[in-house]
């Protein structure tokens, strides 16, 4: 019944795509030990994929991409949590001066995402489109098309 996206419709307000999260703070269900400071977000959406309402959020001064996935009619419990910090081995807070995730889009079974990859050391800035799988069940790592 879901498997399309629904992108955009009244779900990406702020209010509604930030909606649960005071109430994730003191969530019983823990993915990770990592605590998101919601008053730093800078990029946010929410999008109904595979059934599931599945949101990503950019939180300034924090490399990593927050990516969540909750039940229908649940905002306030997340079913999966997952902070992408890597791609490949290498670690966005070690291994790059700068991890900037400029285009997030949602698709029936995956978010699309275009990163610039600033290189801490010697190397040129890279602009790559890389996606995450996005299952039911899971939430996939940070593959980059070359």
């Known amino acids: 019944m879901f498997t399309r996206v629904w992108k955009r419709v009244l779900l990406t307000t702020p209010w509604l795509v930030l909606y649960a999260a005071p109430s994730l703070s003191g969530s019983t269900a ?21 059934e599931r309402a599945v949101r990503y959020v950019v939180i300034a001064d924090n490399p990593c991409l ?6 229908l009619g649940h905002p306030a419990e997340y079913h999966r949590e997952k902070f992408i910090c890597s791609v490949g081995g290498a670690r966005f807070d070690r291994d790059f001066a700068l991890v ?30 890389c996606s995450i799988a996005l299952q039911p069940d899971s939430i996939g790592d940070l593959m980059c098309h070359r």
Do not use: M
Not at 33 to 49: C, F, G, L, P, Q
Not at 111 to 128: N, Q, T, Y
């Open 30 to 50: 823990k993915a990770s030990e990592r605590h998101n400071d919601y008053s730093k977000v800078t990029k946010a959406d929410i999008a109904i994929v595979q």
């Open 66 to 71: 927050t990516v969540q996935s909750f039940r």
């Open 100 to 129: 900037d995730f400029k285009t997030l889009d949602f698709h029936d079974d995956r978010l699309d995402v275009e990163v610039e990859f600033i290189p801490s050391r010697r190397g040129r800035k890279a602009v790559r489109w």
